[in-house]
């Protein structure tokens, strides 16, 4: 039974570091531009936008489409970074092991 104690001390072990790798996701921030950082994005490690900011020369009724464009670009840079930087934190929790199931897996 000793044995499945330390399995079990493991597991707990592992949950509390996962569970502050989550906090730290929660608390960092990736930036993603487009535009020439006319647009810029700002999202937590855990892919959640928290920020927009669009500097108002970009702002054209004219060139609305280019706007959509530029905003959904900026998006999409900001959640691969977070991504990538949810990814690289779990790697380092598992050893480089990709273990399913797992927020930073997959998202």
């Given at each position: 039974m000793?044995?499945?104690?330390?399995?079990?001390?493991?597991?707990?072990?592992?949950?509390?570091?996962?569970?502050?790798?989550?906090?730290?996701?929660?608390?960092?921030?990736?930036?993603?531009?487009?535009?020439?950082?006319?647009?810029?994005?700002?999202?937590?490690?855990?892919?959640?936008?928290?920020?927009?900011?669009?500097?108002?020369?970009?702002?054209?009724?004219?060139?609305?489409?280019?706007?959509?464009?530029?905003?959904?670009?900026?998006?999409?840079?900001?959640?691969?970074k977070?991504?990538a930087?949810?990814?690289?934190?779990?790697m380092?929790?598992?050893?480089?092991?990709?273990?399913?199931?797992?927020?930073?897996?997959?998202?």
């Amino acid at each position: 039974m000793k044995g499945f104690g330390d399995i079990f001390k493991q597991a707990q072990q592992f949950q509390q570091k996962l569970e502050q790798i989550q906090a730290e996701l929660a608390q960092t921030r990736v930036e993603g531009t487009a535009g020439g950082g006319m647009v810029r994005v700002i999202a937590n490690g855990k892919q959640e936008i928290v920020e927009l900011k669009i500097e108002r020369e970009v702002v054209n009724p004219e060139e609305v489409e280019m706007l959509q464009d530029l905003i959904l670009a900026a998006l999409a840079q900001a959640r691969e970074k977070a991504a990538a930087l949810a990814q690289e934190k779990m790697m380092a929790l598992t050893g480089g092991l990709k273990i399913p199931g797992l927020p930073g897996f997959g998202m």
